[in-house]
């Protein structure tokens, strides 16, 4: 009796631990595809369009990775409203929806998925820049 319970609790550990490693897969998955149809959506400019864009009179640089990341190094002059906050947190910190926003994250993808949502918010005029701000690092462009 002893051993088929035990056997019994390994073959239900086994069909769990697949079942939590395919809804993994499936999340990273339907995570990309969010990102694929939303870039298709919304207008994305290359590092050197944003870094045209740094000082420039009207623009916004909107970072929206976490309060952590932006603490490490940011592009110049760039407002920090993690994705996670950025329903709550945007009419209080920029009321204006025709604002020019150029929003950025570490490799592109949260910047394209906040767009799309800033897009939604009724701010027309944001754009996302990507890649991301590792890749703007790796090319050696000004950072805070």
Known sequence: MKKQNIFTCFIMALVL??????????AATY???????AKKQ?????LETAKSKLGQNGWVILDVRTEKEFKRGHLPGAVNIPRGKLEFAMQDKLPNNNANILVYCKKG????LATKTL???????AVSMFPG?????KAGNPVN
């Open 17 to 26: 631990s697949l079942s939590l490693g395919a809804a993994s897969a499936f």
């Open 42 to 46: 919304i207008k994305v400019v290359d």
């Open 133 to 137: 701000f590792t890749d703007w690092m």
């Open 31 to 37: 995570g990309k595809n969010l990102v694929t149809e």
């Open 109 to 112: 993808g949260r910047a394209v």
């Open 119 to 125: 897009q939604n918010m009724g701010y027309k005029n």
